[in-house]
């Protein structure tokens, strides 16, 4: 089971940090990817993780604004979110798949996670 925490209103500007938790499971030994999914819109893949954290990848609109992270003795993987925008209100989502290195997209994944709600005001 994981579960997506840190979520909130924050202004455009402002910054928050999601963690994704697992329970009854490991995720050091699984790549971690960070989903999003606004109002009336399909979800979206945002960033991903390999299991060692030493890889990331981010979607286009979130280059140099996000950065994934994880701590593996806490089974626990963060996204930081710096100079956050309107439009990246959403709920924010983490998975995690089985993979040597990163899973790019939303395919792979195994297990999913409640989301949480991010909203940024203009």
């Known amino acids: 089971q994981l579960q997506a925490s840190g979520g909130g209103l924050v202004q455009a500007g402002g910054s928050l940090r999601l963690s994704c938790a697992a329970s009854?499971?490991?995720?050091?030994?699984?790549?971690v990817g960070w989903f999003r999914q606004a109002p009336g819109k399909a979800r979206e893949f945002v960033a991903a993780i390999s299991w060692s954290g030493s890889s990331t990848y981010y979607t286009d609109s979130v280059k140099g604004r996000f950065t994934g992270s994880r701590d593996n003795a806490k089974n626990t993987v963060y996204l930081q979110m710096n100079s956050l925008k309107p439009e990246d209100t959403a709920v924010y989502y983490c998975?995690?798949?089985?993979?040597?290195?990163?899973?790019?997209?939303?395919?792979?994944?195994?297990?999913w996670g409640q989301g949480t709600l991010v909203t940024v005001s203009s």
């Open positions: 998975a995690a798949g089985i993979a040597s290195n990163l899973i790019i997209g939303t395919a792979g994944y195994h297990f």
């Open positions: 009854g499971r490991t995720v050091s030994s699984y790549a």
